[in-house]
């Protein structure tokens, strides 16, 4: 009798809630909650719907993670590279900028440039102890060495500090210092092919010096190769006098540093050529890039097919209920509330598995690299090697937005996998279901 009540209560509610029809009444809520829930002989019909809410969420948590590593990747790679090499240099012909004082002027004058320092930059030779290695000569001015947001923190041993003008004292890469074997206080001779003339030939120049601060930016390529030291000494070393090799240039907005140097580009056209982080490392962000929308579309495939497991388990929902599904149209359900019904079962599955994914994603990149060591201990591969992905460490970046984009999509597809259980269970005769019962 409860039942019934409860059937003819239903039925007036029906009526009462025409101008209602997209929220589900008490009666809808209820039949939706019985048919999350695993019935008796309905144990199948469970774990396909389980299996589903796993498959959503391991498909939600794999795009959270991918997206979020590949932009933590291209932030890390930025922020470094723009760090060491500003937004852009003004690069004179020949590695030689001669009239670099006027120039220097110039680009402070341009409107949107925020700092122009002067630079050198120079592939050489180091050797120590009969080691040799090729190294990047950075000479930059002592305030800039002291001041860098990249170089500044990121000191292993010793301190910036201590590098002076005409001081003989220098910093390198901490993979240049593993390469070579050298430590603070030790000296590092530099070799420069374009040495002295002599009736023999060209003899190379070798100058020494003290190592004073071994630092880590992060970046592989620069750790295994760069030395910094003061301008003066720089010069002294490349035998350039008062000539740099370039101005490196910090603007308000990275992105626009094209046209902010535009009006710069023109004024030093013939003396020397502007090039900013886009033209430098093309390749590398353009590489980025492309992986990054594969990966997404790669992923975004295995969501949707996830997503046919709900519409696998509401089929076979739906051929389960047939016989209460034709009961309730006789009490007066309307086809709409049945539609309702099996759309909320759906969706919530694939909510869940969302709000699955979503903690399942976020814990992992919390502890990614704990992972990622855990993972090289076990199998004793080496997982993260920096020679090849350039940074020391698995960088993440996660965007909200893009979350919430992802999101969205893992929910539409769920709801799209509602569409046809609900409307066939919806279409069900009654009087055909009916007939021999």
Known sequence: MPRLELLRDHRTTIYRGRSRRMILNRYERMIAKRYLLPGKGEGFIFLV?????????????????????????????????????????????????????????????????????????????????????????????????????????????????????????????????????????????????????????????????????????????????????????????????????????????????????????????????????????????????????AMFVVLSIIVLVAVFNILSSLIMLVRAKTRDIAILRTMGASRGGLVKIFMTVGVTIGTLGIVAGLGLGFTFLFFRQSVVNAIQFLTGQNLWDPSIRFLTELPSKADPVEITVICVMALFFSFLATLYPAFKAANTDPVQVLRYE
């Open 49 to 293: 719907a389980g299996i589903s809410l796993v498959a959503v969420m391991l498909g939600v948590a794999a795009l959270i993670i991918v997206m979020s590593v590949m932009n933590g990747f291209r932030a890390e790679l930025f922020d470094k590279i723009v760090g060491l090499n500003g937004h852009a240099v003004v690069q004179g012909y020949g590695g030689r900028l001669p009239d670099w004082q006027s120039v220097l002027k110039e680009a402070k004058a341009t409107p949107g440039v925020t700092s122009a320092t002067p630079m050198i930059e120079q592939p050489l030779l180091a050797t120590f102890q009969g080691r040799v290695e090729a190294v990047l000569v950075r000479g930059m001015t002592v305030p800039d060495i002291r001041s860098n947001r990249t170089l500044k923190g990121k000191v292993l041993v010793g301190s910036l500090d201590n590098i002076t003008a005409n001081s003989g004292r220098i910093g390198i890469g901490s993979r240049l210092a593993e390469n070579l074997g050298i430590q603070i206080g030790d000296s590092l001779t530099i070799i420069n092919p374009a040495g002295r003339s002599t009736p023999f030939g060209t003899v190379p120049r070798q100058v020494s010096y003290q190592v004073a601060a071994i630092f880590e930016v992060g970046v592989y390529d620069y750790d295994k190769a760069f030395v910094v030291m003061p301008m003066e000494d720089a010069q002294t070393l490349l035998l350039l006098g008062d000539v740099v090799g370039m101005i490196e240039v910090q603007t308000v907005d990275a992105d626009r540093v094209g046209q902010i140097l535009e009006p710069l580009a023109g004024k030093v056209a013939g003396r020397a050529v502007v090039t900013d982080w886009r033209q430098m490392n093309a390749s590398l962000f353009e590489a980025l890039a492309v992986e990054r929308v």
